[in-house]
């Protein structure tokens, strides 16, 4: 009897161990990163060959941001895949972040496209996530083909969320590519009018790019509408004025 209610007892520290994961996963992503730490460290000490918890450490100090904490993340992140045979795609994006934080741009994006490329493990909404963060850091180190790569692969992944054929139509008006880049702004649109609020600026945007993009073609009036279109729902939108007014003389 006491031999069962040992074994009794320790699968359930167990079970509440796993549980407790599940719990911190859950505040750090609502934000309550701080007191999550001393938790995962604690348990960490408990059970030093868990990944899991070494990734939510990882994610909880980069989160936390500053050099301090980033450091604190990286070594985290480093232990997360010493103890890991089968490393998960949320492994890779999140060593990706933290390498991005730090300057290193090429291993960042070797881990972001890794991340992007999904696991059984990893849902599809994980997945698009995954692709635009290896998008805008592709995008904000100036590698537009890559980033262009990584949100058409996030458009692939969920085709309802409009931000990945924004982006998409922006990096192929900046290319040129005006046919193209309307496909995916009509695209955006199209998502937008069903799901955005009308006040998002996401909207104006939109219709200013695509504007763009149908210049390229010369396709002057409809070009127009989309800069009064741009302008409809933000008056101030000061790029499409200036679109609009330099297309008066044309």
């Known amino acids: 009897m006491k031999r069962f209610l040992a074994l009794f007892v320790f699968f359930a520290v167990a079970l509440a161990q796993v549980t407790d994961l599940a719990l911190l996963r859950n505040r750090i992503e609502q934000g309550?990163?701080?007191?999550?730490?001393p938790k995962l460290e604690a348990h960490i000490k408990v059970r030093p060959g868990d990944a899991e918890a070494f990734f939510l450490l990882a994610r909880a100090y980069y989160l936390a941001t500053g050099a301090v904490n980033l450091a604190k993340a990286e070594d985290a992140i480093r232990n997360c895949f010493r103890q890991s045979a089968f490393p998960r795609a949320e492994y890779h994006w999140q060593r990706g972040l933290i390498y991005a934080s730090s300057n290193?741009?090429?291993?960042?994006?070797?881990?972001?496209r890794t991340a992007s490329s999904g696991d059984s493990r990893a849902s599809y909404k994980e997945m698009y996530r995954f692709a635009m963060d290896w998008g805008a850091v592709a995008w904000r180190i100036g590698d537009l083909q890559q980033a262009l790569e990584a949100y058409r692969r996030a458009g692939r992944t969920d085709p309802s969320q409009p931000l990945a054929w924004l982006n998409q139509g922006i990096?192929?008006?900046?290319?040129s590519s005006g046919s193209e880049a309307e496909?995916?702004?009509n695209k955006a649109i199209t998502l937008m009018q069903a799901n955005t609020p009308k006040n998002h600026p996401a909207i104006p945007e939109a219709y200013y790019w695509r504007g763009r993009a149908q210049e390229l073609q010369n396709k002057l009036e409809a070009a127009r509408?989309?800069?009064?279109?741009?302008?409809?729902?933000?008056?101030?939108h000061g790029a499409a004025k200036t679109a609009l007014e330099n297309l008066a003389t044309r």
């Open 32 to 37: 309550e990163f701080l007191s999550a730490i």
């Open 104 to 112: 290193r741009s090429k291993e960042a994006l070797t881990d972001l």
């Open 171 to 175: 990096i192929l008006v900046s290319q």
């Open 183 to 185: 496909s995916a702004l």
């Open 225 to 236: 509408e989309s800069y009064r279109r741009a302008l409809e729902f933000n008056s101030n």
